[in-house]
């Protein structure tokens, strides 16, 4: 019995396997951040019988079955733990698109002569080919090529909320009166002064951001996949389907097509245990603890020296309370720690957001960092620096589950205490949170498991969601000719019905003038 059992579960696993699909995971940005994304996704794929094939900057520790990387590891410097303060002075806390260009756009196009992708390029396996490709867009378009090379459907993750460039070559309605854009900092309900500026922001970044595609990456494509396009727009019919990551319950109500689908949190998973060190720590924290960290990529110990003493002295004020805090390299951090304070290099994040003596989180604003914090319930003190961190911090403060401190600069000891103390004593927070973690997760499905039905929905039916207003001209999508027409129908019916008018006065009116007229010149005639 037990080898007939046997057998029969050997069946299905073949069976699952052999009716998975292959599909070609192409993810050149060396952001660790956006990685976690496309991680979940591409592991998830293959646990469920797909053959998937990544390239990544990232390759796992630890082989998976149906899981080959295509390792682009070493080929540009990881964006893990290197950014200090003097490059965020330098200009990385604005929204310059020449430097979101070089760093995101460009130098990622020129991997495209990398060995490995060469090899992909020349070379796509043919024993099963490729049905599907999944990618991030982000500022790199010029990969959307692969989906015309290799003549399958392209799936696109948006590691963030909707970008504002990618509206108009995705056919989705995009709305300034109301949908902030990626780089600003207002809610849904803007005055005149903030529509009128989220208008102008979202307009011209969408278009800097197509002149800088097609002026730098346009030859990218031509050079390496022999494609003579007229703009790098064009690759973007080619999208089948984006997953976003946003959310309702946090980024508002935007309207969107079907191809766009939210999957908000679809990394979203349990950690494993913190250390023994860390859990007793957050243990013996009875009068709770603040997790703080700035994510990633940026690097605490190296902010000057005056705002880390402003943080130790906030942290040392708010005693007995206990703070964990990431920092990369602790030999590097300012001397004078307080006794309540713990560091570390790192920390699973989600266990300890969801331990119960943790009481506040402390952030940059993350897209990634903020969900898990909305997951675990957690209230936010938010620092923003750069990119959509204003406007994700922004959004948790109008939901009254953040205090923002606006900006690294304006941080002191005054600030964070106040801060730290109007969440630890006032419970409105906590209950938001609480309110907004269930609003978040209550889901027919989990995120991830929307994006894995999606996926194999498009591998299965190819491009059919596609919005048709992307087989109309910008004016035909905002009815200008509609309109002009009507307005021309109505001048001309309107300049007829006068004509008609004046005739009939003339007709009415003039031939009684005539007669009166007439009658005077006879009685004249009489009197002389």
Known sequence: ????????????????????????????????????????????????????????????????????????????????????????????????????????????????????????????????????????????????????????????????????????????????????????????????????????????????MHYYMNTYQLKFVKEHFGMDLPHIKDLYSDVALYLVNSHHSINGIRPMTTNVIEVGGLHLKDDNPPSPEVQKWLVESKDGCIYFTFGSMIRIETFPKEMIQQIYASFEKIAPVRVLMKVAKKEDLLPGLPKNVMTQSWFPQISVLKHRNIRAFITHGGTFGTQEAIYCGVPLIGIPMFGDQRINIQNYVNKKVAISLNSVNEVTEEKLTSAINNILKDPSYRENVKKLSKKFLDRPTSALNTSVFWVEYIAKYGNILQSPALNLYWWQQCLLDVYAFIFVVVITVLYIALFILRKLKNLLFGSHTCAKKDNAAMKSKKNK
């Not at 069946?11 to 660790?32: E, H, M, S, T, W």
């Not at 390792?71 to 964006?79: A, C, N, R, Y």
């Open 1 to 208: 019995m037990k080898v007939l059992l046997s057998v029969l579960l050997a069946i299905l696993v073949c069976d699952q396997i052999a009716n998975g699909y292959r599909i070609l995971g192409v993810f050149p940005l060396q952001g660790k951040s956006h990685w976690i994304m496309q991680e979940a996704l591409m592991k998830e794929l293959a646990r469920r019988g797909h053959q998937v094939d990544v390239v990544t900057h990232f390759p796992l520790e630890k082989p998976i079955p149906n899981y080959t990387d295509i390792s682009l590891k070493g080929s540009l410097p990881q964006v893990t733990n290197n950014i200090t303060a003097v490059e965020l002075k330098a200009g990385l806390s604005t929204p310059s698109i020449s430097k979101f260009f070089a760093i995101a756009g460009s130098a990622i196009c020129a991997l495209l002569d990398h060995p490995k992708i060469q090899e992909l390029i020349k070379n796509p396996p043919q024993d099963p080919p490729y049905d599907i490709v999944i990618q991030e867009l982000f500022t790199a378009p010029c990969y959307l090529a692969f989906g015309r090379h290799l003549k399958v459907p392209i799936v696109t993750t948006v590691a963030t909320v909707f970008h504002d460039w990618l509206n108009e070559v995705s056919g989705n309605p995009m709305n300034p009166a109301y949908i902030p854009s990626f780089f600003s900092e207002y809610g849904q309900n803007m005055n005149f002064k903030e529509r009128l500026t989220n208008f102008l922001m979202t307009h011209y970044l969408s278009w800097q």
